[in-house]
């Protein structure tokens, strides 16, 4: 059966388009507001002071990603259309690359002999349409912030497809393709640090796919080679990138890489499970660390893994694409699931691109082991019942209620569940709702005795204080704020909210000394440097009043607040002259 590719494009963009159909008015979510619609690069895209700024921070590696909201921001502010429409674009190219890397591997020298080419094209139709309508690519495309992941993942199959092309061109024809790899390499390791990996994967391409007659010497793996130079440069503090770290999982705790790598023999087994079977998904699970090789699981979940291994290996000569899909998925999972500890020890989003690998090994698996009419249907079949599980997904996507609701529904033990749902309902306006899911959350950490988020904690005390504000509660808004700042005695956000609290009821002098703290822990919140400028005001301090109003005013003014520039604008007028 042969397959034309418009008729390959035309059915990848409508499983696409139907499956993410009711996502495009779905809400900001989590950290869409502190790193993109907070965040002054993203809002002053085109500020170079910015921009250095942001390459003192740890986001440093994904600069590219913030880039592309930074223009999403420059046309679109705060209406989720357009960055919808663009995180869905980058799935449905990310699709087209799945594609047109399968095709591209059809025709090498390896698949050629062993009787691959001519299946090729039903291979990458399959895969393609498993990648864009698997209900687990949701994370990545409909919340909007994580389209670094997604970005990243178009540069890593930009690279691999270019390469392909360049050692598949007549002699001396590739070397435009060899260029495009590098510098979509180069750009891929600016979106995010899962690009690291791509030097590994192309390497393992070549092994795979081409003869050893046929293999690119050293000396032109050598430039490749070069690019690991990248990942060395932006993680040139190799003492924090490894160092133990506080996660959230079903305990919040301290794990060093021992303890990562452990857990992470059964978070790789639980994202195959959700691979294969994808129901149970939330935005954060409740996960359990592992200790040792012998708690829980895990030493069945290490053998399980080995032996998937083993097959890929085993597979390599006689299944070679099935394999080459396998060894993918953990190329792919590695900077992200091995010894390096991150905050979230399982998180959905992180199987973008490794999905490409199981998409390739799945479709690749149904075409060589049933009739191709039979594979053209499961393979279809595969995709409707996909597709129709992503169009579910997206609803709880909605806005922040639904989303967290459907995380405390499915795991109502734990307590930052409860916390976010809370945030959700500060932000939609409903105090009442938002109080109770924080005292239901310091009820979950005093009945479970879980080891202690300080942060978290901070952020509830400090939430308590607003609503109690809010609410015209003075003294229960004093008593959290301070409590907030028990927990953590340089948090911003508590000390600038006590510090307007005493402003409002005329304490000048306590006003001051939080207001000034608050200024000196974080220097871009405009609210912070206002009610300090009229709290000086107040004590007789003209100058640092002066000062302190003219830093709020350019703040107001660049994150496009009229309303408040304004009104910094009037308390520097009525300083009168200097």
Not at 137 to 146: P, R, S
Not at 191 to 215: N, Q
Not at 502 to 513: I, L
Request: glycine content about 6%; overall charge positive; proline content about 4%.
């Amino acid at each position: 059966m042969k397959w034309r590719g418009i008729t390959c494009a035309l059915l990848i963009i409508l499983a696409g388009f139907l499956s993410y159909a009711n996502s495009f008015d779905n809400s900001f979510q989590f950290d869409g507001y502190t790193l993109i619609l907070e965040n002054p690069a993203v809002r002053d895209v085109f500020n170079t002071a910015v921009w250095r700024d942001f390459f003192q921070s740890h986001h440093r590696a994904r600069f590219i990603g913030f880039l592309s909201l930074g223009f999403n921001y420059y046309w679109h502010q705060d209406r989720v259309f357009g960055y919808h429409v663009v995180n869905w674009l980058i799935h449905l190219v990310n699709a087209g690359l799945v594609f047109g890397m399968v095709s591209l591997i059809g025709r090498t020298p390896r698949m050629d002999q062993e009787g691959w080419a001519r299946q090729a094209r039903l291979i990458a139709l399959i895969a393609a349409l498993i990648f864009v309508t698997h209900p687990l690519q949701t994370q990545a495309v409909t919340y909007i912030y994580q389209r670094l992941t997604s970005v990243a993942a178009l540069f890593y199959l930009l690279t691999v497809n270019a390469y392909l092309k360049g050692r598949l061109a007549p002699a001396g024809a590739g070397t435009k393709y060899y260029i495009l790899a590098a510098v979509s390499a180069v750009l891929g390791m600016f979106s995010k640090e899962t690009v690291f990996t791509l030097p590994v994967m192309i390497f393992c391409a070549e092994r795979y796919f081409f003869p050893s007659e046929r293999r690119k010497s050293f000396w032109t793996y050598l430039p490749l080679a070069f690019l690991l130079v990248i990942p060395l440069i932006l993680l040139f503090d190799v003492g924090h990138v490894f160092k133990p770290r506080a996660v959230r999982a079903a305990t919040h705790a301290v794990v060093d890489s021992r303890t990562y790598l452990l857990t992470q023999f059964n978070v790789i087994v639980t994202y195959l499970r959700l691979l294969i079977f994808p129901v149970g998904q939330s935005l954060e699970h409740d996960f359990p660390v592992s200790r040792g090789l012998f708690d829980g699981p895990t030493w069945i979940n290490l053998l399980a893994l080995l032996g998937l291994a083993g097959l890929a290996f085993k597979m390599r000569r006689t299944q070679r694409l099935i394999s080459f899909g396998i060894v993918w998925f953990f190329v792919a999972l590695a900077v992200e699931s091995s010894i390096i500890p991150l905050r979230y020890v399982i998180a959905e989003h992180r199987l973008y691109l490794p999905l490409a690998g199981f998409s390739v090994a799945a479709a690749a698996a149904m075409v060589r082991w049933l009739p191709e009419r039979v594979a053209l249907s499961a393979g279809l079949s595969a995709a409707l019942v996909l597709g129709c599980l992503t169009f579910q997904r997206n609803a709880v996507w909605q806005d922040e209620v639904t989303l967290w609701s459907d995380v405390v529904r499915q795991q109502p033990q734990y307590p930052y569940g409860h916390f976010a749902l809370g945030v959700a309902y500060q932000r939609a306006g409903r105090p009442d709702d938002a109080y109770r899911e924080y005292a239901i959350t310091l009820q979950q950490y005093d009945q479970t005795q879980k080891i202690l988020d300080i942060e978290l904690l901070s952020e509830i005390y400090n939430n308590m204080g607003i609503l109690d504000y809010l609410a015209g509660k003075d003294q229960p808004a004093e008593a959290h704020l301070l409590k907030a700042l028990e927990y953590r005695p340089d948090f911003p956000k508590a000390l600038a909210n006590l510090g307007r609290l005493y402003y409002e009821h005329e304490r000048y002098t306590a006003a001051e000394r939080y207001l000034t703290a608050a200024v000196e822990k974080q220097r871009n919140f405009p609210h912070s440097y206002f009610y300090l400028g009229l709290t000086q005001q107040r004590l007789g301090n003209r100058a640092g009043a002066r000062q302190s109003l003219q830093s709020a005013l350019s703040l107001f003014a660049r994150q496009g607040d009229e309303k408040m520039a304004t009104a910094a604008q009037s308390a520097i007028t009525g300083l009168g002259e200097e």
